[in-house]
């Protein structure tokens, strides 16, 4: 899994939570899931709160529930529809 495709997805995450204000859709965001996996581009509908807390850790990436990777991440904790990992030694976001 790459770290460098996880930081892409949340960095054009953050550009659609940005979009998603201006078009003043309240509460709710719809996200990319933010996994390693190098073919995925499904969506996760996640409340704007839980997402802005995951983005506070750069280490935390929300992902669908069967996209966690078995080496390197740890599951923080799990929502509706998705699940929000941590990066652990190597795999580890510096």
């Known amino acids: 899994m790459s770290v460098h495709r996880q930081t892409l997805l949340r960095e054009v995450n953050e550009q659609i939570e940005r979009l998603n204000?201006?078009?003043?859709?309240?509460?709710?965001?719809?996200?990319?899931?933010?996994?390693?996996?190098?073919?995925?581009?499904?969506k996760i509908d996640v409340a704007t709160a839980e997402y802005e807390h995951v983005r506070r850790f750069s280490e935390q990436f929300l992902v669908k529930p069967?996209?966690?990777?078995e080496d390197g991440e740890r599951v923080v904790r799990e929502g509706a529809g998705y699940v929000v990992v941590e990066k652990i030694d190597a795999g580890a976001v510096r």
């Open 66 to 69: 069967d996209h966690v990777a």
């Open 21 to 42: 204000g201006e078009w003043e859709i309240v509460g709710r965001d719809t996200v990319l899931c933010e996994c390693g996996h190098p073919d995925c581009l499904e």
